[in-house]
């Protein structure tokens, strides 16, 4: 199992998440978070005085896989959060121990990603 | 020296109490006749501060219905419209608007003190009530002028502004309000057999604001992420409804000033009359907008609720100072209902952050219409014939009499309809061919507050506390408990006992 992490710009994730559902990926969390790269800050202007802000809003998206999945959520990130500019963000897979379903106690690759019937419909 | 004061105060009461008692019977009247031209003044006045109120209004609402990285756009927006139409209308929009030809005025530029304005037996020397009335149009061209940007808010370059609010405050809205109300074609004087009635301007100020507005989105285009790839209209909610909410009933109190003082005078305190048509079609607005968007959708939606009691106003503009009590509330009902089916029917194509183009487009027209409907035979002005209505109970539906007043009316909405969007679309376009009319995608993005405006109108909202000078918080303040661990663990046990 493998935890990718990525770091992206906000309007990248709309596209991401629906590639990802429509390739039977749906679960995954967002985080807003703040940071510093190598993207200049921010400086904002108070009536004269000005204030440099050097973090920069961006999106953490965190999904858990399966091994073999890797590649498509790396690959599909890669293509809808790449703009070629400075602050696209960075992209992290980590190994992952255990997974465990609170609602039934099951444990394993199973309880990763949504499957066949099992989907609840948004309403 | 209290006493002393006193006794003064005392004596200068006494001497004006015995002049107008030496004087001649002559003298008195016209030194009553100009006291009540100054009572009158007095109430534009409190009527002018109350239109100018509108402008916070305006302001509310469509900084409520924006997200949070367009609030300080919106403060900044409303600001420099104020500022550029003030000086337009200063040196040219009256002229513009007061007397002339058919088509517009011809004095009064650059409006001054004992100025003479007109020719003839009309002609006037300009003195305090002149500045008194000048200022209470200039309100109303602000209001007007505020109206257009609703469509276009969180995207629009702020150089447009600048551009447009010059155009519109100079040339626009006083052609407009020359042709109905100083003496052009769709007034008593023009060439229609009947004047067009229009109180306070639901078509003067309100259609003409949201034509504009219509013009300027037809050319700026909808807000990134509007439609979706289905082509199907989303939602992108506004960060405040308690703010739209504010911004809604300022503009419901400011409203008693610009249709109450439309009456430019206290005579018969007729202006309680007008306030009181004025809350009961707004009252009614808010009934049936709440009533048909839960018919048609079964939410009760806030925004919806404004936008019935902003069309209400709208739609009683023009009649507040021509119908019954009984009929106020029936205009202001449908207006409610319009301005439902406007937005449902609107957003599926342009996107309208507010629902300008119903509340004062739809509504506006509507409100035009109403007057021809239902203006009462105790109210007309001269040359005018009652609504519709009353035609149908005595008999006078001919073209010459309550029809042809309907008529007329509809000739206000299509004229005025032609006139602003022609002129403000030719506006647009240009700007749009050379300084542009829209931000980057990058800029509107990240918001017009910060890309625009290099400031944040909420700053910690995308400044974590951390970037502050002060650095992180400080949990102990002076006099402020600070809990200890031993205590946090002896109020709240981790694991029952």
């Given amino acids: 199992m493998k935890k990718v992490e990525a770091f992206i710009r906000h309007e990248a994730f709309e596209p991401i998440r629906q590639e990802l559902l429509e390739r039977g990926i749906p679960s995954l969390s967002i985080s807003e978070v703040k940071g510093s790269g190598r993207q200049k800050g921010v400086v904002e202007h108070y009536r004269g005085a000005s204030l440099t802000v050097n973090v920069r809003p961006k999106l953490k998206i965190e999904c858990v896989i399966d091994d073999s999945e890797k590649d498509i959520v790396v690959e599909t990130i890669l293509r809808h959060a790449r703009t070629g500019s400075v602050g696209d963000g960075k992209i992290f897979v980590v190994p992952v121990e255990e997974a465990i379903r609170i609602r039934t106690g099951e444990e394993g690759e199973d309880v990763l990603q949504a499957h066949e019937g099992s989907e609840v419909p948004a309403t | ?188 004087d023009g060439p229609l057999s009947k004047p067009v009635m229009d109180f306070a301007g639901s078509s003067v100020v309100h259609l003409t604001g949201a034509v504009g507005g219509l013009a300027a989105l037809l050319l700026l285009g909808p807000r990134i992420g509007k439609y979706g790839s289905d082509g199907k209209p989303r939602a992108i909610p506004g960060h405040s409804m308690p703010i739209v909410g504010l911004g809604v009933m300022i503009l419901w109190i400011g409203w008693f000033g610009f249709n109450g003082g ?122 005018a014939s009652p609504g519709f209505w009353y035609g149908l109970t005595d008999g006078d539906v001919a073209i010459g009499g309550t029809l042809g007043q309907l008529g007329v009316q509809a000739v206000a909405v299509v004229a005025t309809f032609v006139v602003v969007f022609a002129i403000s679309y030719a506006t647009f376009a240009i700007i749009k061919a050379t300084i542009g009319l829209r931000v980057s995608e990058e800029e509107e993005l990240s918001g017009l507050d910060i890309s625009t405006h290099g400031m944040y109108g909420y700053p910690e909202a995308f400044i974590p506390q951390e970037e502050y000078p002060v650095g992180r918080f400080e949990p102990s303040v002076a006099g402020t408990p600070v809990a200890t661990e031993t205590a946090a663990s002896d109020t709240r046990p981790l694991v029952k006992s």
């Fill in chain 2, 1 to 188: 020296m209290t006493k002393r004061l006193s006794l003064a105060a005392l004596m200068a009461l006494a001497t004006s109490l015995a002049l107008p008692a030496i004087a001649s019977a002559q003298d008195i009247t016209e030194v009553v006749e100009a006291k009540a031209l100054e009572l009158d003044m007095v109430w534009v006045a409190v009527a002018t501060a109350l239109v100018f109120l509108m402008q916070a209004g305006f302001l509310f609402l469509e900084i409520g219905f924006s997200r949070q990285k367009n609030a300080g756009a919106g403060v900044a927006k409303i600001l420099i419209n104020l500022g550029i139409v003030t000086i337009a209308w200063w040196a040219i929009g009256y002229g513009i608007s007061g007397t002339g030809n058919d088509f517009f005025g011809t004095d009064g530029f650059f409006f001054s003190f004992g100025q003479v304005i007109g020719s003839g037996a009309d002609a006037f020397e300009v003195a305090g009530a002149d500045a008194m009335l000048m200022l209470f149009g200039l309100a109303f061209c602000a209001v007007s002028l505020a109206i257009v940007w609703g469509t276009t808010l969180e995207r629009i370059k702020f150089a447009t502004y600048v551009v447009y609010a010059v155009v519109f405050g100079a040339v626009i809205y006083p052609l407009v309000a020359h042709a109905v109300w100083g003496g052009g074609l769709l007034s008593v």
């Fill in chain 2, 262 to 383: 439309s009456t430019f005078e206290t005579s018969g305190a007729f202006f309680g009359e007008v306030m009181l048509n004025t809350q009961l079609a707004a009252a009614a607005g808010v009934i049936g907008a709440l009533g048909v968007v839960y018919m048609k959708t079964k939410t009760l939606d806030v925004g919806m609720a404004g936008n019935g009691a902003i069309a209400g106003l709208v739609g009683i503009t023009a009649p507040s100072g021509f119908v019954e009590y009984w009929a106020a509330p029936i205009i202001g009902l449908i207006a409610g209902a319009v301005v439902v089916y406007g937005v449902l029917a609107i957003e599926k194509y342009l996107d309208d952050p507010v629902g300008a183009l119903s509340a004062h487009g739809l509504a506006g027209i509507w409100g035009t219409l109403a007057v021809g409907l239902f203006a009462s035979p105790r109210l007309i002005v001269e040359g």
